[in-house]
């Protein structure tokens, strides 16, 4: 088999880890509503996933273990897709906010700045960022 095979499996298996967490996530309350449902749609289509990948995912049996990625950009990019997640409806419960917490720790951020980014991620999505940040972001 080319390496470049092993490479995609690699590669797919990444992205139905990172698609079964986001599923986790936002199943977190109890059930995915229909506008999380939407979100987990995107994702899927976004990362590839099959649809009897998406059915095996959205078991309660999840099989998956969190991936971790070296770069602390692609690890910043998957807490941000969790809060696409969590806001999808607009709120985060304080189930949801305890699985991003531990999820921001498992991708390799220390607690007190995993606290860090969830309170700014939560100001953001919330529209509750105070000017300075405000110009930050514009500038950027």
Same mark, same amino acid.
């Given at each position: 088999? @080319?390496?470049?095979?092993?490479?995609?499996?690699?590669?797919?298996?990444?992205?139905?880890?990172?698609?079964?967490?986001?599923?986790?996530?936002?199943?977190?309350?109890?059930?995915?509503?229909?506008? $999380? /449902? $939407?979100?987990?749609?995107? &994702?899927? &289509? *976004?990362?590839?996933?099959?649809?009897?990948? %998406? /059915?095996?995912? !959205?078991? *309660? =049996?999840?099989?998956? @273990?969190?991936?971790? @990625?070296?770069?602390?950009?692609?690890?910043?990019?998957?807490?941000?897709?969790?809060?696409?997640?969590? &806001?999808?409806?607009?709120?985060?419960?304080?189930? $949801?906010?305890?699985?991003? =917490?531990? %999820?921001?720790?498992?991708?390799?951020? @220390?607690?007190?700045?995993?606290?860090?980014?969830?309170?700014?991620?939560?100001?953001?999505?919330?529209?509750?960022?105070? &000017? =300075?940040? %405000?110009?930050?972001? !514009?500038? *950027?």
């Amino acid at each position: 088999m @080319p390496i470049i095979d092993l490479y995609e499996h690699g590669e797919k298996r990444k992205e139905l880890a990172h698609f079964a967490t986001l599923a986790s996530l936002a199943a977190v309350d109890g059930e995915i509503n229909a506008k $999380e /449902k $939407e979100v987990l749609d995107k &994702f899927a &289509f *976004k990362l590839n996933i099959t649809e009897d990948e %998406y /059915k095996m995912v !959205m078991k *309660k =049996e999840n099989k998956y @273990p969190i991936e971790t @990625p070296h770069s602390g950009e692609k690890r910043l990019k998957r807490l941000f897709d969790f809060f696409q997640i969590i &806001f999808s409806d607009h709120r985060m419960d304080d189930l $949801e906010r305890a699985m991003v =917490e531990k %999820y921001a720790i498992a991708l390799g951020f @220390p607690a007190k700045r995993s606290q860090e980014i969830i309170e700014k991620s939560a100001a953001i999505f919330t529209g509750r960022i105070d &000017f =300075e940040d %405000y110009q930050h972001l !514009m500038e *950027k």
